[in-house]
Antibody, heavy 114, light 111 residues
Framework: EVQLVESGGGLVQPGGSLRLSCAASEFTFSRYAMNWVRQIPAKGLEWVAKIKQDGSEMNYVDSVKGRFTISRDNAKNSLYLHMSSLRAEDTAIYYC???????WGQGTLVTVSS | DVVMTQSPLSLPVTLGQPASISCRSSQSLVYSDGNTFLSWFQQRPGQSPRRLIYQVSKRDSGVPDRFSGSGSGTDFTLKISRVEAEDVGVYYCMQGTHWPTFGQGTKVEIK
């Protein structure tokens, strides 16, 4: 069974940084484009960032450009999201997602608050 | 960004009866290769979203055949032929033709 397991969430002050990780298993990780999608608890979904299979191209939603960086390590079957200059509006559950939503992790909660 | 508009936002249904959710996009979802990247997701309470339908009408593995998708261009529909108790949750449409965006979600509950 495919597993995507996120980690790294937590409470951080405004302006702070955090790095999220996603470990993939039972899954040919290197064949899939990967993404981070976030959800404000009990609200809607927003596609945050995506990265091609070989890591050659990354794209971001406008609200995080210049602050978030998506990366991957195919040798370790892992996806990352480095988040800096965090704002209250970045508070959300962050999901690791493959392709156009084929597989989802369980999510990790990021709370930005003083 | 492409805006996805779902209706209704709340859908009380009777067990065993059909249900239908509409999704409209602000731009055509036909990609340059002729494919239309419109998906439907189900999010049960306390769970991550799960994809049910991709490319308008293709069911994901393990999805019951009571779920079906249809539509083209900018208008799409998800239908549940006979609602079961396990279908309670929030349903989202999502387009992947442009930068991916989701609809607001439709909450399905049992009357």
């Amino acid at each position: 069974e495919v597993q995507l397991v996120e980690s790294g969430g937590g409470l951080v002050q405004p302006g702070g940084s955090l790095r999220l990780s996603c470990a993939a298993s039972e899954f040919t990780f290197s064949r899939y484009a990967m993404n981070w999608v976030r959800q404000i608890p009990a609200k809607g979904l927003e596609w945050v960032a995506k990265i091609k299979q070989d890591g050659s191209e990354m794209n971001y939603v406008d609200s995080v450009k210049g602050r978030f960086t998506i990366s991957r390590d195919n040798a370790k079957n892992s996806l990352y999201l480095h988040m800096s200059s965090l704002r209250a509006e970045d508070t959300a559950i962050y999901y690791c997602v493959s392709s156009l939503g084929t597989y989802w992790g369980q999510g990790t909660l990021v709370t930005v608050s003083s | 960004d492409v805006v996805m508009t779902q209706s209704p936002l709340s859908l009380p249904v009777t067990l065993g009866q059909p249900a239908s959710i509409s999704c409209r996009s602000s731009q055509s979802l036909v990609y340059s290769d002729g494919n239309t990247f419109l998906s439907w997701f189900q999010q049960r309470p306390g769970q991550s979203p799960r994809r049910l339908i991709y490319q308008v009408s293709k069911r994901d593995s393990g999805v019951p055949d009571r779920f079906s998708g249809s539509g083209s261009g900018t208008d799409f529909t998800l239908k549940i032929s006979r609602v079961e108790a396990e279908d309670v949750g929030v349903y989202y449409c999502m387009q992947g033709t442009h930068w991916p965006t989701f609809g607001q979600g439709t909450k399905v509950e049992i009357k």
